[in-house]
Structures are given as structure tokens and as C-alpha cells.
């Protein structure tokens, strides 16, 4: 069936270090949303791709959508301890399902 | 505007005991999902519905789990007989239906723990 997996599952970080989260599908998506999901919280909308090549950036955050629009990256500069939580790319495929990725867990030290 | 609701919070359960979670979502929102999210997972889709109309049950375990939304506003999501592998946060999302975001607002969800 349909995939979106996500690499890496988790990265431990020092705080102002880089950090880079990669999604691809098995088909072709219509549109890639990002979401965060804080430890004990609810997965929080961060924003949706919908263009081949699309980049959109959100102050320290870099999201990008490949030209083949079956894959995508989450790029934070700089991490702050405040980026804590899971990343999960989610995937609107042709057929209208949404499909999530495993997630990407990013712990960062102070 | 108010977010999407959930209820219970938490549940705890033997097995094959029954348990049902309730979802309003988002007024106005068409869309409204059933996720199950495991712990250290990705949300799966359970249900989809737009309106009080069925899109998408695939990944459903129809054999004891079952969900509807009735009025097209708030839904139930039953589990009967419930098993241990169904321990997980049961997260509800309703969607906008129409523009041009995709964007799905997630409610708290429910963690069931299955004994």
C-alpha cells in the first residue's frame, strides 16, 4: 500500500546545532503537510507544500518539496530547547487519503 | 473559535471489555477523522467522514470497531470487544472542507490502556 516514511526516527541535538527531518512517499502526493506534536500534546498544524520545488520558510524553519513531489524536508536552524517534540509529515495523496509519517523525535540539550 | 473536543480524557479497560470516545469537532468543519496513534508512532487513519457520509474505512478493524457521526456534527468511536494492542491515544481531527488549506486540527485525544 501507500508509504510515507520518515527518517530519522529520533535525533538528540545541542542547542544551536542544525537539525534535518526527511520524508518520502511511495507515490506521487498532491500536497505535504507538516505538523509538530509537543511530548503529551496533540499533533499542531505547521504548514502545507503544495507546489513541485515548493520552499517556505517560517523564521528558524525551512520546509521544502522535491520536484518529483514525493518527497520533503524539515530544515531548524539553530534549534532552541522550545523545538522539543515529534515531527511528522503527513501526505495527501491522489486518492485524498492523508497519511502520516512515523515521525521524527528531536530532543535537545541545553 | 473553540478547538475539538474529546471525551474521556483517559480510560482504562480490561479486555474484552467495551469502551466508546466521543469527538465534536470544529463548527462548521465538514471533515472529521479517527485516529489511532501508538506510542512511539505516526497517527493511523481509522475513519474518515465527510459530513455523516463514509470516505474512507479501510484501516478500520471492523470486526470491533465501529464509528459514526450521525447529524454530521459530533461522533462516536466504539471499540467491542476491546484487546491489548489497542492500548493508544485515539486522536480526533476535523478539516474545513473546501480552501486552500488541508490543514487538520487535532482534539487532546483519548488514551485507552487495555489490561
Known amino acids: 500500500g501507500q508509504q510515507v516514511m520518515q527518517i530519522p526516527q529520533y535525533q538528540h541535538v545541542q542547542e544551536g546545532e542544525d537539525f534535518t527531518t526527511y520524508c518520502n512517499s511511495s507515490t506521487t502526493l498532491s500536497n505535504i503537510q507538516w505538523y509538530k506534536q509537543r511530548p503529551g500534546g496533540h499533533p499542531v498544524f505547521l504548514i502545507q507544500?503544495?507546489?513541485?520545488?515548493e520552499v517556505k520558510k517560517q523564521k528558524r524553519l525551512t520546509f521544502q518539496f522535491g520536484e518529483a513531489k514525493k518527497n520533503s524536508s524539515l530544515h531548524i536552524t539553530a534549534t532552541q530547547t522550545t523545538d522539543v517534540g515529534t515531527y511528522f509529515c503527513?501526505?495527501?495523496?491522489?486518492?485524498?487519503?492523508?497519511?502520516f509519517g512515523a515521525g521524527t523525535r528531536l530532543f535537545v540539550k541545553a | 473559535e473553540a478547538g475539538v473536543a474529546q471525551s474521556p480524557r483517559y480510560k482504562i479497560i480490561e479486555k474484552r471489555q467495551s469502551v466508546a470516545f466521543w469527538c465534536n469537532p470544529i463548527?462548521?468543519?465538514?471533515?472529521l477523522y479517527w485516529y489511532q496513534q501508538i506510542l512511539g508512532q505516526g497517527p493511523k487513519l481509522l475513519i474518515q467522514?465527510?459530513?455523516?457520509?463514509?470516505?474512507?474505512d479501510s484501516q478500520l478493524p471492523k470486526d470491533r470497531f465501529s464509528a459514526e457521526r450521525l447529524k454530521g456534527v459530533d461522533s462516536t468511536l466504539k471499540i467491542q470487544p476491546a484487546k491489548l494492542e489497542d492500548s493508544a491515544v485515539y486522536l480526533c481531527?476535523?478539516?474545513?472542507?473546501?480552501?486552500?488549506?488541508?490543514?487538520?486540527?487535532f482534539g487532546p485525544g483519548t488514551r485507552l490502556t487495555v489490561l
Open positions: 463548527s462548521g468543519h465538514a471533515t
Open positions: 503527513a501526505g495527501l495523496t491522489g486518492g485524498f487519503k492523508t497519511i
Open positions: 507544500l503544495v507546489k513541485s520545488g
Open positions: 481531527a476535523s478539516r474545513r472542507l473546501g480552501g486552500a488549506l488541508d490543514e487538520q486540527f
Open positions: 467522514f465527510q459530513n455523516n457520509g463514509v470516505v474512507d
